[in-house]
């Protein structure tokens, strides 16, 4: 079982900066692609930004502009996020889309997830 740990939230005021990262703290035979999620309270979660094994990312419409995702390393992704916004606060939930054996099936596998707020 993939175990995904994130760091990073927290709270900030509008217009201001956080920097949230994921690392995969066991084995991973390959990753498809890495994101993250977001869900804010009462609504469904939605897609933010996420990066594939040959580091093209794809971003949401609402945060074009303002957040970059990044892969650090083979198991760790980051997301910076700039100029936030009060409709930014949300759980962010990391995502990795991988196998742990040749062969193996892919699967969606998720972090925690870390708070974000912003708020003055």
């Known amino acids: 079982q993939v175990q995904l740990v994130e760091s990073g939230g927290g709270l900030v005021q509008p217009g201001g900066s956080l920097r949230l990262s994921c690392a995969a703290s066991?084995?991973?035979?390959?990753?498809?692609?890495m994101g993250w999620y977001r869900q804010a309270p009462g609504k469904q979660r939605e897609l933010v930004a996420s990066?594939?094994?040959?580091?093209?990312p794809n971003y949401a419409d609402f945060v074009k502009g303002r957040f970059t995702i990044s892969r650090d390393n083979a198991k760790t992704v980051s997301l910076q996020m700039s100029s936030l916004k009060p409709e930014d606060t949300a759980v962010y939930y990391c995502?990795?889309?991988?196998?742990?054996?040749?062969?193996?099936?892919?699967?969606?596998?998720w972090g925690q997830g870390t708070q974000v707020t912003v708020s003055s």
């Open positions: 995502n990795f889309n991988a196998r742990v054996s040749w062969g193996g099936p892919w699967r969606d596998y």
């Open positions: 990066v594939t094994i040959d580091g093209s």
């Open positions: 066991t084995s991973i035979f390959s990753i498809n692609t």
